[in-house]
């Protein structure tokens, strides 16, 4: 089956420009995961959806940042007002269940940069 | 507080021979469970392998195994037999009772042939 899909791969953006970014997770998958992956770094995680109950936020830099999944499938992660800072990769993830000894599935993420 | 330290930024292996790729980690929750990803040029994260907090053996997937020692808060990665499509970062993770999953810097390993 297909995997976990983001969109668009590749952003370039002008600093205070709002960008919209977009994941699709595998079909069925309960729990999405949003993270940050700035160069040369591991993820930092930013927020999780459980369906489209968003339970945690508390890695979200900025009330700039913005994620919501209405529907319990696809999410978008919006960011306003882009600061420079803001340039890094972000990537989606999704895992059956909420528990934690699930594995997240990965997308291949969306590479953000702010100029 | 760091939570997860991978103490080599990067490591070199010889085609066929075995590497380990260290990480320890730190949490007081007695619940937990520790990960392992592989990350190639091309950027995807790649699942590795799985240890859970109670699990009494150590995990093994293949050519990886994790090396869990519990009392020294260390999970490290032993890859045997290591191939050319083996080369990337390697990142080692932890999830407690919380949503989040915490990486740590990882580790570039590069298989010479």
């Known amino acids: 089956g297909a995997g976990v899909s983001q969109s668009p791969r590749y952003k370039v953006a002008k600093r205070g420009q709002d960008v919209a970014l977009r994941c699709d997770p595998i079909?069925?998958?309960?729990?999405l995961f949003w993270y940050q992956q700035a160069l040369g770094q591991g993820p930092e995680f930013l927020t999780y959806f459980q369906n489209e109950a968003q339970l945690d936020k508390s890695g979200l830099p900025s009330d700039r940042f913005f994620a919501e999944r209405p529907e319990g499938s696809v999410s978008t992660l919006k960011i306003q007002r882009t600061q420079q800072e803001d340039s890094a990769v972000y990537l989606c993830?999704?895992?059956?269940?909420?528990?934690?000894?699930?594995?997240?599935?990965f997308g291949p993420g969306t590479r953000l940069t702010v100029t | 507080a760091q939570k997860i330290t991978q103490t080599q930024p990067g490591m070199f292996v010889q085609e066929k021979e075995a590497v380990t790729l260290d990480c320890t980690y730190d949490?007081?929750?007695?619940?937990?469970?520790l990960f392992w990803y592989k990350q190639p040029s091309s950027g995807e994260m790649i699942f590795l392998i799985y240890?859970?907090?109670?699990?009494?053996q150590n995990a093994t997937e293949g050519r990886y195994s994790l090396n869990f020692q519990k009392a020294r808060k260390s999970a490290n990665l032993v890859i045997s037999a290591s191939q050319l499509g083996d080369s990337a970062m390697y990142f080692c993770a932890m999830r407690e009772g919380g949503y989040d999953m915490r990486f740590g810097a990882g580790t570039r390993l590069t298989v010479k042939p």
């Open positions: 993830a999704s895992s059956p269940w909420p528990d934690k000894d699930y594995e997240q599935y």
């Open positions: 079909s069925g998958h309960v729990s």
């Open positions: 949490t007081s929750d007695p619940s937990y469970g």
């Open positions: 240890q859970g907090s109670y699990d009494q």
